[in-house]
């Protein structure tokens, strides 16, 4: 059988109600075929998901994010190492940067963890952002949802380091995880990005390296300053924790704290949680209602032509963006 050909022949098993039976099988192929489909707008793959969402929410998942050059990518192998040392499975979605004019991931064909490309445990895809603000792809949510429903116990997602837009990781994770390093102004970094507020752990990774502990103090100290957000005052204090990954240093500590936050959750007695959890439901709702009304309008100007007349518009300076999106607006509302 080809690798591209499913049991259901040679149009594979994603085009009918078999994939869903077969991805909550842990099938690989299936699994990949139905994240690529999702990926691309296939509109099957969204009934699909559709169908698979009643059999999701058991896995836990671990969001691990921070500036480009902190060594993230060392820290999930890692972390993917002694998970599976735990005999549990993982999914691994890597979020890459995107080319600004194909949409493709500029590192996405990079190979990521060799070490574990042979373990049927461990299921990795790398996926660009495509344009997406926030650090995550448009699809890494229904990746989820697909590992999620194909038995993976715990599914890590890596974001790419976008400075203040790299907040929707805190959306989407159980639990989100901001790496930093000494030396790279990290601590600077976090102040103005405001990811005090959506980390739960934080990493020096790089510990080895001069001025971790003055990052780990300096991190502890923004912290408690940082404990009271808009949802009210946080029982849960991010602890921050050193770690030299490419040494394997520090990881069981990382799990080890990523286990007792997950457990704090499960205890289901913090107001806090219980407001933060619906308000993640929420901007997904948001967040898919917005894309999708955005999809409508833009497909629905392309086939007319009048995108293309709207950007000679703008570009020979007859008009401006802010008319140019009203009488947009003004048109879908009046449909």
Known sequence: MNPGQGQNGANGPGRDSDIVNLVRQGD???????????DDGAPSAVADLKQLFPFTGRAYVLGVTGSPGVGKSTLVDGLVRHVRGLGL???????????????????????????????????????ATRGHFGGLSRSTRGAIMILDASGKDVIIVETVGVGQDEVDIARTADTTVIVVAPGLGDDIQAIKAGILEVGDIFVVNKADREGAERTVQDLQSMIELGRVSDLGTKDWTPPVLKAVGLKQEGVAELWAAAAGHRAFLHQGRSDYYQRLARLKAKMEIIDLVKQGVVDVILKRLDETGELEQYLDELISRKTDPYS????????????
């Open 89 to 127: 499975t993982v999914g691994v979605l890597a979020v890459d940067p995107s080319s600004p004019f194909t949409g493709g991931a500029i590192l996405g064909d990079r190979v990521r963890m060799q070490r574990h490309s042979t373990d049927e445990g461990v299921f990795i895809r790398s996926m």
């Open 324 to 335: 140019l999106s009203d009488k947009i607006m003004a048109r879908v509302l009046a449909e």
């Open 28 to 38: 690989v192929r299936a699994v990949a075929r139905l994240i690529r489909d999702f």
